[in-house]
């Protein structure tokens, strides 16, 4: 128990560049605050305690605004940094060093029973304002550029960008740093494509007129 709440001490101040002390994450780190309320939440939701359980759940999104259900799967290392207004459903997983930014909903659709919420798997990293919506997969290593709507599953080591979410690739290569504002835009390069394919053809179109 020790050795993981060291843990994530270490994860918050390796993730975080703001981050002056470990006393300073402790005390004053909203996202570091829900994370330890959420497992004594789900300890007592374990234990057959869902009053208590939501109760506490339900207080720490009071003082956070980061609300977490008890009965969601959140494994070590995890770092909410800022986290303002993040929603994590109740069969949401979340696996080992996983980076979610503030405002992001890992949430379901309405249209599904049992598991209702993503897997989020080892390594992954959520970027402001996401969300990941439905029983779908990220898988490790894969990002999530702000402000994206992912709705299906996502292979590991992609960057997903976009409403709908797209997958892409730089030169064939993941997207390494990501910095949530140089983000790489699909629909403008393909409308950019189009626009330079359109003028090419329309060259050819005047050369053939003119012989």
Not at 62 to 76: L, Q, V
Not at 96 to 123: A, C, F, S, W
Not at 126 to 147: D, F, H, Q, R, S
Request: hydrophobic share 40%; with cysteine; proline share 5%.
């Amino acid at each position: 128990m020790f050795n993981d709440y060291r843990e994530s001490i270490k994860s918050f101040m390796e993730h975080d560049p703001a981050a002056r002390s470990p006393i300073e994450i402790v005390l004053l780190y909203p996202g570091f605050k829900a994370l330890r309320a959420h497992k004594r939440a789900n300890w007592f939701l374990r234990h057959n305690m869902p009053f208590i359980a939501r109760a506490i759940s339900q207080h720490s999104a009071h003082k956070t605004g980061i609300e977490i259900h008890p009965g969601a799967t959140i494994g070590k290392r995890v770092c909410i940094d800022h986290g303002h207004g993040i929603v994590i459903g109740e069969t949401t997983e979340i696996g080992n060093d996983v980076m979610i930014y503030q405002g992001v909903t890992l949430g379901g659709t309405g249209k599904d029973i049992g598991k209702r919420h993503p897997t989020i798997e080892d390594g992954v990293m959520i970027g402001a304002g996401a969300k990941v919506l439905g029983p779908i997969t990220i898988g490790k290593n894969a990002k999530v550029a702000a402000g994206a709507v992912v709705i299906k599953d996502v292979e590991p080591n992609c960057t997903v960008v976009g409403v709908p979410g797209t997958v892409v690739r730089i030169d064939g290569e993941r997207v390494d740093d990501l910095d949530q504002i140089n983000i790489p835009n699909p629909l403008l390069n393909a409308i950019k494509d189009n626009q330079a394919r359109i003028e090419e053809l329309e060259k050819e179109l005047a050369e053939l007129k003119k012989k």
